[in-house]
């Protein structure tokens, strides 16, 4: 999405004091590595290494990364168009992964996530026009967990031709589903120069690095290809409560891997958090999704910095389809589009992200276009501005009738879901809500949309990894 409508919350000044903070952090307190190849590698660029695996980062290390890294990554689709180049303050939206349950559209039921569910949303993924970017969404359980991630990136290849983004378990799994992208778009040098996939990494928390995580970035950096890496931060918990010291440990824990992916091969594309300062709710002990503290500073860090960034957005606490769901859906889609955050993922994610809904899903698909349209520039020409016509049709006439507005009416926005009918006309269509119509159109597309299907031979090859990844665990 592109406009030139830009918020900002915090001014350059306050993003160099939290870029200041967190240098503070990585060369005072440092961070704890588990995983000794990134120990040994950020030492021999000059890191000081104490009680075996604290690492103190000099700031020279960091701003040299900021410097070295590539200020925008482009995803390609599976045909090898280049139609996400995520730099500026363009906007892409996207599904996320992993929800262990799913809140079945077809009897309003939450249960545990099966893979036709992960089959069922990236199919509606590919037929959504405002889904950019696609994700597995769900956790299928009737899979070993040790090999779900297989599952899930051969589904995604399958059943769409957007890029994708994954997430694997350990880095075996990293490893296979670059494997897989490799197959399907020709090989490694073509997937490096036109990446389909990028991937997410989580990381324990800012000032503790796990193996897998470490692992996965410096395999990742290794082959060329785009990957985030982000920290896990709660306030109260992992972090300080309050915005400011949240966002700085979070912040540190980027630069932490943005540091090992430009030591590791300066240049390779690193993607950075594009959110932060999340907080546990101190009345319930959860860490909500959909806080009004931490929206925009992140976004406002990956800016600074001139980095892309992945955010997310479109998602919800509530645990249903409803009011609470639509509000929560529209405020974090609008917030990310205003603070010009690049990969806005886990849309259709309800129930701080334990549960994904397709009808959620189709709703948030309304929603970004509604968006997009409010934030179009506005053409303002003689044409658009009809003055002639305005003339000729004077204070007594009207306009319904014209050529201008045959040719021109279609230039107004028409939702798919949201009602605009009077009440008689929406009674006689069945009187429904948001949800039921939003579910409705779930089945429609599931019905009649059909991906584009890969190549057979490449559909068994990727089934071959799948399987030689299960027979581990006699799967």
Known sequence: MKRHTHFRRLSNRECQKLHWASLEILERTGAR???????????????????????????????????????????????????????????????????????????????????????????????????????????????????????????MLNYTTKPVIFVTTDLAGCVDAVKMAETVVGGSKALEQRPLTACYINVTNGLQHNEEALQKLLYLSDKGLPSTYIPVALGGATAPITLAGNMAIWNAGCMVGLVLSQLNRPGVPFITSGWGASALDMRTTVSPYVEPEKQFIAQELAHFYNLPMFAFGGCSDSKLVDQQSGIEAALTLLTNALSGSHLVHDLGYLESGLTGSLSQLVICDELVSWIKEALMPVEISDETLALDLIEKVGPDGQFTDSDHTLTHFRDRWYPSLIERSNYDGWKDKGGWDLGQRASTRVEQILAEHNPEPLPADIQKRLREIVQRAGKQFNR
């Open 33 to 155: 590595l588990h995983h000794q190849p990134a120990i040994d590698l950020l030492q021999r660029a000059g890191a000081s290494v104490s009680d075996g695996n604290r690492v103190r980062i000099p700031p020279a290390l960091v701003e040299n990364a900021i410097s070295a890294a590539p200020n925008e990554v482009t995803l390609y689709n599976r045909v090898g168009d280049p139609i996400m180049p995520i730099k500026n303050y363009r906007t892409f939206f996207g599904t996320g992964s992993d929800c262990l349950n799913v809140l079945d559209h077809r009897t309003g039921k939450r249960r545990k996530a099966m893979l036709q569910d992960v089959v069922e949303g990236v199919t509606l993924c590919d037929a959504l026009p405002n889904i950019d970017f696609v994700m597995c969404m769900f956790l299928p359980g009737d899979v070993h967990t040790m090999v779900a991630d297989r599952y899930e990136m051969e589904t």
